[in-house]
């Protein structure tokens, strides 16, 4: 459900001054070297990543009954990290396939090192545990994944004007600040510009094979899933402590520096 051209986004960026950009499909790196290439062509940072399927049990087990796929961000910081990755997606394909492409956390303790991660969106296990209303297993697990990553794992707030957000994101604040971990402001961006949402729409109900008239049919809740800018985020962030909220942006540029991957093409 994503529908942003690459040579788009690395345009985009440019033109806002942002000096680097990742790409994390959900699952896949099919992207990914295209994103590179592209990047690099035109003095931007590419960072390679994936979002991924998390399972709460044995990958190669099959029931219907326990199949949450919490949703979890992982960044390549440098060569180790790409090749975990690769081996991570591999994994959650070759194994791991039900429903989903799913890894699970004894495989991320095997091949976290060189690894970013963010908690994800409203789909990641430590906001899930909040919207059921169970803050101490939010907090065990955000400790759980601060334990393994260190440095390296942050909590990721989101607003796109959604309830569940207004409910969780102060939780979410004051997780952060009882365990000490980092946040970073991100907006979940399934295409460019705010104007592209309609054909969005149109790509979801050609995808399901739907109808656009239908109302129960899957599409997103409002027009707010694009790529934005620093005032743009901002401008949605509006009711948070201004320095508080600097901190987390000037944390996505941190998160950028940690991020310094050299692949040599062409090479067997």
Not at 226 to 244: G, H, I, N
Request: proline fraction near 3%; glycine fraction near 6%; charged fraction near 30%.
């Amino acid at each position: 459900d994503g529908a942003i051209r690459i040579g788009d986004l690395i345009n985009f960026a440019k033109e806002n001054n942002m000096p680097a950009v990742a790409l994390t499909d959900h699952g896949v790196m099919y992207g990914d070297m295209e994103l590179y290439t592209t990047a690099k062509e035109n003095g931007v940072k590419p960072i390679l990543g994936c979002e991924f399927y998390v399972h709460n049990g044995d990958i190669e087990e099959r029931d219907k009954m326990n199949n949450p796929c919490y949703h979890l961000v992982l960044l390549v910081k440098d060569k180790k990290g790409y090749a975990n990755l690769i081996k991570l997606v591999s994994t959650a394909w070759c194994k791991g396939k039900y429903v989903h492409p799913r890894i699970n956390f004894e495989l991320l303790k095997e091949h976290h090192e060189g690894l970013v991660c963010l908690s994800a969106c409203l789909g990641g296990e430590v906001l899930q545990n909040l919207l059921k209303g169970d803050r101490e297993k939010a907090v065990a697990v955000a400790k759980q994944y601060k334990d393994l990553f260190g440095e390296d794992y942050y909590l990721e707030l989101q607003d796109h004007g959604l309830d569940e957000q207004k409910k969780t994101n102060p939780e979410l604040i004051e997780i952060a600040k009882e365990l000490g971990i980092e946040m970073v402001i991100t907006n979940d961006s399934h295409y460019l510009r705010r104007e592209d949402a309609d054909m969005h729409d149109t790509l979801l109900c050609m995808q399901t094979n739907s109808d656009k008239d239908d109302p129960n049919r899957f599409h997103f809740p409002n027009n707010e899933f694009y790529v934005k800018t620093a005032e743009q985020l901002r401008d949605s962030f509006k009711w948070m402590d201004s320095e508080l909220f600097d901190r987390c942006i000037d944390n996505t540029v941190a998160i950028a520096e940690k991020c310094h991957l050299m692949l040599e093409l062409g090479k067997s």
